[in-house]
Every structure is written in C-alpha cells, then in structure tokens.
C-alpha cells in the first residue's frame, strides 16, 4: 500500500505561477509543501499529514508553522509517484488519478488552515511555475504511516 507523500521546503518566499498569472503566494518565512495523494489515502492520511506538519519544529529557532503563524503554499504533485525501476519512462499508476487527487488535496489544504495557518495553493492539474527561496536549506520528506 502507498502513502501520501509530502516534501516540505522551509523557504523564505514563494509563488505559483500558471499562464503567466501568480495564482498562490506567500511573501514571508514559511513552508512549500509538495503533495502526492495515492488511491487510497482518506480522513485519517489527511488529518495526520496537517497535524505532523503544523508542528513541526524546522522554522528558525526551532519553532512550527503554528508556533510562528507561518503561511504554506500547497502544490499538488503526482509526480512524486513516478515509478523509475524500470525503462527510461517513468510510470505513474501508484498516484491516485486526478478525480480522486484532487479532493483529498483540497481536503489537505483545509485541514492546515482549520488548525489555523495561512493557506495558499497551487492550481490542481495545471502547468505550474513554481518558485521559492529555500531557506537553510531545509528539505523534508514525509510518508504518512
């Protein structure tokens, strides 16, 4: 069974940019999470993933996203699925398919900003633009349990 998978970068700022439009942005210290969503990820995935990343100590003088009132840009990223174990073509059945990713995705963002951080998003599907100033840097992986 696969997990959802999240890289968190702690970065300094950082904006999603589609078509040429800034469609989330967060203009001071804070966290990009990238988001995989698998096909069985539900409720339990979701609130645990929201809660283990509000909290975690890996801004500036060891302190959370909650502790800081830090804001978090959300950019859905199947490609973190990518199965490369074999050929030269990366397979992606292990990412759950877009009807399913996309409410479990949003369904994250919600949850980060219920426990009361600034949410900012990425546009799910789209050809994103992504860009940030890592800060540290500072590049987590984390796999639900």
């Not at 001071?28 to 990820?41: A, I, K, M, Q």
């Not at 219920?114 to 840097?137: H, I, K, Q, T, Y």
Request: net charge negative; glycine share 10%.
């Amino acid at each position: 069974m696969d997990l959802m998978r999240a890289v968190i970068q702690r970065v300094r700022q950082a904006q999603v940019t589609v078509g040429g439009e800034v469609v989330g942005r967060i203009d001071r210290p804070g966290l990009v999470v990238l988001l995989g969503v698998t096909h069985d990820d539900g409720p339990a995935q979701i609130e645990w993933l929201a809660a283990k990343l509000a909290g975690l100590r890996i801004l500036r003088e060891e302190q959370s996203a909650l502790d800081v009132e830090a804001p978090v840009l959300v950019v859905s990223q199947f490609t973190l699925y990518a199965d490369v174990r074999k050929g030269r073509r990366p397979g992606w059945s292990a990412a759950a398919p877009g009807p399913v990713a996309e409410p479990i995705y949003a369904a994250f963002c919600d949850a980060l900003a219920r426990l009361g951080l600034e949410v900012a998003r990425g546009r799910f599907g789209e050809d994103m633009l992504v860009s940030l100033d890592n800060d540290g840097p500072i590049t987590l992986v984390i796999d639900t349990p």
